[in-house]
């Protein structure tokens, strides 16, 4: 028989669920390459190759067979297919803020293993989906069913818009969540000088006052930029229950932080202080001050006001934030104030960027506040077993705290 690309049914509709790939009807041992592709809504291409054999039936299993050096990626990596897709253009990332469209991965199996793609034996179109719903300042996500769900605001990084795709998935896994834009967006300012507590408080209260989120407290899921802002709510607000920081400060950065009468400065930042490679790519790990030093520490978030479970995830090759350094001394001093509502998950050989399983690492990218090209670290292999491993962490850590509070 002619051969075919077989594709595990239930892995059609969950961007984060893995997928089963197979091909059948090739010749016994035969040597193949696997290539997969994809546009983002940018229209940016990204792709990743593996060379493969066949075993003594004529089926290729990638669950079973290990891909061979030469390719993206070697070794049985099932998901490596799309953990190791890559961009055409240079430090491109992988867009997707609207998820009303799925991803669409093309799949081509060519004879042999040559630098160029030999005969096309069989090709396929697999379909990543997401799910939507609701529409207010950000973009509400809700499980299927009428029973009340834990809730979750989800707060991006300093990049502007709306993100929704880990609120998506989120809803996916059973969790009514909240995708919060705070600037540039709709109404919102495109370039704020400072940015007020109180419009995420009403974020906050929409979502407790909403008749399928239960209560009595939900939960804030931040990355980078997003991760201070929900420190700072849960330090500040009350009804915040969990908190998840993703590689995120524990001061405010980038832009003063204002509620009622008070004002938060943003933490002192000198692009001098960067280092520039090679590449002319720049090295920012040492350009944010210390926020446990004078006179960083006007920034530093009052945690120990803080009612919330905290959780700091964070990756030992982040480039942009100290995030492992913050989130240790931030627990050594909650630690000292007799504080017991934290922890951390340090994951080596990753980056800024921690996204969901199986998204393209992203290890050089635009500085959010220097526009400039620079690392935002992260190697391949150790960048994608994080986020498989954090993932799910993430889920059992609100589950546990928004669903027995």
């Avoid at 006052?209 to 420190?231: C, E, F, T």
């Avoid at 995120?248 to 509620?259: D, E, K, Q, S």
């Avoid at 040492?286 to 926020?291: A, F, I, K």
Wanted: glycine share 8%; aromatic share 10%.
């Amino acid at each position: 028989m002619a051969p075919a690309v077989r594709l595990s049914p239930a892995a059609r509709s969950l961007f984060d669920e893995p997928l089963a790939i197979a091909v059948q009807g090739l010749a016994p041992r035969q040597q193949v390459t696997l290539r997969t592709s994809l546009r983002d809504e940018a229209g940016e291409l990204f792709q990743a190759c593996a060379r493969y054999q066949a075993g003594d039936d004529g089926e290729l299993d990638l669950a079973r067979c290990p891909a061979l050096p030469g390719g993206s990626f070697s070794g049985l990596e099932p998901m490596g297919p799309l953990w190791a897709l890559q961009p055409q253009q240079p430090f491109r990332r992988l867009v997707k803020r609207d998820v009303r469209s799925p991803f669409r991965l093309q799949l081509e199996v060519f004879e042999g293993h040559g630098d160029a793609p030999g005969r096309l034996l069989a090709q396929a179109q697999h379909e990543r989906a997401f799910l939507r719903d609701g529409k207010i300042w950000a973009m509400l996500f809700l499980p299927p069913g009428e029973d009340p769900f834990p809730g979750i605001i989800d707060i991006h990084g300093y990049i502007g818009g709306l993100s929704e795709h880990r609120a998506s998935l989120l809803a996916n896994h059973g969790f009514a969540t909240l995708a919060l834009a705070y600037f540039s967006y709709e109404n919102l300012p495109r370039e704020p000088t400072e940015l007020h507590l109180e419009y995420f408080e009403e974020a906050l209260n929409y979502m407790l006052q909403h008749p399928q989120v239960k209560g009595p407290g939900v939960g804030l899921l931040g990355y980078s930029k997003g991760a201070d802002l929900s420190l700072a709510m849960a330090a500040f607000l009350k009804n915040i229950t969990a908190v998840a920081s993703l590689n995120g400060p524990v001061a405010t950065t980038v832009i003063p932080l204002c509620y009622k009468d008070k004002t938060i400065p943003s933490l002192p930042i000198d692009e001098q202080l960067a280092k520039v490679n090679d590449s002319n790519i720049l090295d920012c790990s040492d350009t944010l001050s210390d926020p446990f030093q004078a006179p960083g520490n006007q920034s530093l978030i009052p945690l120990e006001k803080a009612e919330a479970q905290l959780l700091f995830i964070v990756g030992q090759d982040d480039h942009v934030v100290k995030s492992e350094y913050y989130a240790t001394e931030a627990c050594k001093y909650l630690q000292a104030q007799g504080k017991d509502n934290f922890q951390i998950l340090s994951y080596p050989g990753t980056g800024h960027c921690i996204d969901p399983p199986f998204f393209p690492l992203y290890p050089i990218g635009k500085h959010p506040v220097f526009d400039k090209w620079a690392v935002l670290g992260g190697e391949l292999r150790a960048y994608s077993k994080a986020q498989v491993h954090v993932w799910p962490q993430i889920q059992a850590f609100f589950n546990k705290y928004l669903n027995d509070n």
